[in-house]
């Protein structure tokens, strides 16, 4: 199938890189490249992406910044580097189709010497990585560790800033509780949030999450009272319920033991900084995995303008948030989530 080794690598890394988070699992990426040509492109596939609400757009630019980091950092390791720009439309051989909106333009790099042994341990690494939203231990991170998560933010437009005390996890979980009902009042953004939970176990999904991935394993009673309480058509009966409201304070209780909390920030949010900054978020998630922790990130607080800036303020931050999530030692493990096949990712011709 493949003509040269730069196309199974790629394929290969790929395969890989498709375990990388997304927001609600959906995964917004595709891959196109033309052996002719010796061009690709990564690009939005937006059949896929988030549009519940317009803060959505950052968290899928991170999300293929996320992808991305992982496709490059193996093609190296694989000794076949990608050279790559920003898209411009001029730099590929046909114009892309009308659902996809182009990031990264690549080729092939001049060959490397490969690192089989560094490929093998992040393979391993990007495919053990789960979102992690259970409670965890009460470790905390020792100077050198975040000494070592500060590094990956050096010479970058993004600012990672962390809090691991009392004071803060009251604020987080106050917070929450004040802005978690957002999720919910907003018709659109919960239809499509609702869109992504899967309650029947026995049926396959390629994307999203099931019950037991948001919330750990809980009786069945609970799973149809979530199905049916939290139907976007049910919306004004659940309100009435006042169901919104017991979730934010349970949510509330989580988020309130932290341990941890971290927050990215840029003082420029524009396209080309939040791409990066899933870029980092890649290392600093998998940093994190190597020493045994996870990571529970939080966006009900980022993406609303109120939460946000108030979250901001509360925590003394210069720039307002694109990512705060809580995060910790792993304690319970989390189950891995379905993904889309390489074939629905990635075109060659
Ligand atoms: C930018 C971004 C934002 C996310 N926001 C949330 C969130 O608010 N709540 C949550 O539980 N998970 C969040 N996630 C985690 C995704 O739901 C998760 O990556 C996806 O379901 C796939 O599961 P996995 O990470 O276990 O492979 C986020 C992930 C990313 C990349």
New binding site residues.
Partial sequence: MFTTSFEHNLAGAIDIAR?A?????CQPWAVHYSPLSRKGYLAIDRRRALKGLPSLEN?ML??CG?FFQHIETLMRYAGTPLQWTWFDDSDTSSPLPNDQDGLICFSPGDLQVANSEAYFYLAEQIQQ???N?MPYETTTLSALQQFRLQEIFSDSPVQLNMWQDQVSRKHVADLVYQYAALDFADKQAWQETYSFIHFDKNKPAEDG?YLH??FGKIPAYAEWLFRIGFHPKLNPFTRLLRLPQFMAREFSKLTGQGPQYLALSLPEPNQHNLFLAGRMLARLWLLLQQWGWGI?????LVQHDLPKATLAKTLGMTHLPI?FARFGQIKIA?DI?PRRHLDSILTID
């Fill in positions: 375990s988070p997304s927001s609600h699992n968290e991170m999300s996320i990585r789960h979102t939203r999450f991935h948001l529970h990130p939080l966006s009900v990512f989390a989530s």
